[in-house]
């Protein structure tokens, strides 16, 4: 009997290291997951308007419509860009098209365009 109650022991230990092997193995599969979200986001373009522009600290406010890559609803905020020469390209009140993208915490504009 008492061996019994070994044996089921060691069945569960096992069956919970299988269990947990399947959990890191599924957790190790995300990381590439989000890449795969990452690319598609290069690919959308979110629709805004210029509110303000802050050439020294690199940062862009825009009113912009919905951006999908990122679940976010139309709103204004303030956005990093990544590189200031964008900047030079708009103006306040000027219609753009933008990519933007999520880096270590930060939403940064990798790409902005004038709207014709
Ligand atoms: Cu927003």
């Known amino acids: 009997m008492n061996s019994m109650k070994q044996l089921l022991v ?6 919970v290291t299988i269990f947990s092997g399947g959990v890191f193995a599924q957790a190790a599969t995300d990381p590439g997951q989000r890449d795969d979200m990452n690319m598609m986001a290069r690919h959308d373009m979110t629709q805004g308007e210029v ?24 709103m204004t905020m303030v956005f ?7 900047l030079e390209k708009v103006q306040i009140g000027d219609k ?9 915490g930060a939403l940064v504009v990798t790409d902005l365009q004038l709207v014709q």
């Open 10 to 15: 060691h069945l569960s230990i096992v069956s």
């Open 96 to 104: 753009v098209q933008f990519k933007v993208m999520k880096d270590s």
């Open 80 to 86: 990093q860009v990544r590189d200031p020469a964008l």
């Open 51 to 74: 509110r303000k522009i802050d050439k020294d600290a690199k940062k862009i406010t825009i009113k912009h419509d919905e951006i999908k890559n990122l679940e976010m609803p139309p």
